[in-house]
Nanobody, 122 residues
Framework: QVQLVESGGGLVAAGGSLRLSCAAS????????MGWHRQAPGKQRELVAT???????NYVDFAKGRFTISRDNAKSTVYLQMNSLKPEDTAVYYC????????????????WGQGTQVTVSS
């Protein structure tokens, strides 16, 4: 089995910071792209940021200048540093990754974590 597990969510005041972590585990052969999405109550899931295996990053407009995505390939972990948080950032944050594993005959599959709640108070 391959799993992604997020951590680091919680309650923070507006203007504060949080760092989310997402660790992949299981029979991992390699990981290509990784990213973060979020979903607020009553809204569709939306992209936040992505990062390639080589470290190239992309951000949605609302995340630029405030959020930073990074990864540690040795630990199969992706991070999301969130600064200057706003109440509208309140959402469940999900990590995802394209992973090739022995259990899936080394074919790349897209995996999602269970999500971690981020609540920003005004």
């Amino acid at each position: 089995q391959v799993q992604l597990v997020e951590s680091g969510g919680g309650l923070v005041a507006a203007g504060g910071s949080l760092r989310l972590s997402c660790a992949a585990s299981g029979s991992i052969f390699s990981i290509s792209g990784m990213g973060w999405h979020r979903q607020a109550p009553g809204k569709q899931r939306e992209l936040v940021a992505t990062i390639t295996s080589g470290g190239s990053t992309n951000y949605v407009d609302f995340a630029k200048g405030r959020f930073t995505i990074s990864r540690d390939n040795a630990k199969s972990t992706v991070y999301l540093q969130m600064n200057s948080l706003k109440p509208e950032d309140t959402a469940v944050y999900y990590c995802n990754a394209n992973i090739a594993s022995s259990g899936m005959s080394y074919r790349y599959q897209n995996y999602w974590g269970q999500g971690t709640q981020v609540t920003v108070s005004s």
